[in-house]
């Protein structure tokens, strides 16, 4: 049979109350940690990526304007050498540069992308058992414990006898003891050898007497005997 070393029913109550306070807390923070990577996620894929993606309309948009703006300068000034298209052609020149930067972000957002999914996939394999702990097995151990505290309690409960009700219980078990013994040698009482019973001795008694009468004694007349003179 177990034993159970518990020195403190409260100790199991205190420990219930912090292992509630604990799942709480790591659920929260698991809650916390899943915004966050939605968020993260979000941003990169939805509004990172697309951002970027109409930036580059944009600007291949403006590269074609500049191009334009600089043709037809360069076409007004055909006939005249005092008409300069320094201007159209920085302008093309910066068009064509935040062109390539924008796709850079583009390219940028999709490598960050896998290695994102990565980090979120290693994330959730090491937050998920944690997890359905909380959620599964946090039940089961309340559970166990309300039943260990319970039981304890139960037997906490019970009474102990005092040395009076102990003395008792046991002079009255002797009692009982003493008196079936006294019952049962009362009942069957084995006959001592040589001792004879009542009914014995009459048998006997009456036996010498009959044989006392048939035996003559000496000295008187039988009345079967001839008496010769």
């Known amino acids: 049979m177990s034993q159970a070393n518990v020195r403190s029913v409260e100790a199991l109550k205190d420990f219930k109350n912090a292992l509630i306070a604990y799942a709480e807390e790591a659920r929260n923070a698991l809650n916390g940690v899943d915004m966050d990577v939605r968020r993260t996620r979000d941003w990169l894929e939805r509004d990172q990526l697309s951002y970027w993606q109409n ?21 007004s000034q ?11 052609k920085e302008a093309l020149r910066l068009a064509i540069m935040r062109l390539r930067q924008a796709e850079e972000k583009v390219e940028k957002v999709k490598r960050w992308q896998p290695v994102l999914q990565h980090a ?11 997890g359905d702990r909380i959620s599964g097995d946090l039940v089961a151990s309340l559970a166990l ?15 102990a006898p005092t040395l009076r009700e102990e003395k008792s219980s046991t002079s009255s078990q002797a009692e009982s003891a003493s008196a079936g013994v006294t019952k049962e ?25 009959d044989a006392d009468a048939g035996t003559p004694v000496e000295g008187e007349p039988n009345e079967n005997q001839v008496v010769t003179p």
Not at 64 to 71: C, G, H, I, T, V
Not at 145 to 159: E, H, N, W
């Open 55 to 75: 930036q580059v309309k944009k600007r291949n948009e403006q590269v074609s304007q500049a191009r334009a703006d600089l043709f037809r300068r360069q076409i």
């Open 78 to 88: 055909s006939g005249s050498g005092s008409v300069s298209d320094t201007d159209q």
């Open 120 to 130: 979120i996939s290693e994330y959730n394999s090491a937050a998920r058992p944690l």
């Open 145 to 159: 414990l309300d039943r260990m505290v319970a039981s304890l309690d139960a037997y906490m409960a019970i009474k």
């Open 185 to 209: 040698t009362s009942v069957a009482m084995p006959v001592s050898e040589g001792e004879g019973r009542p009914e014995d001795g009459e048998a006997a008694a009456s036996g010498d007497g």
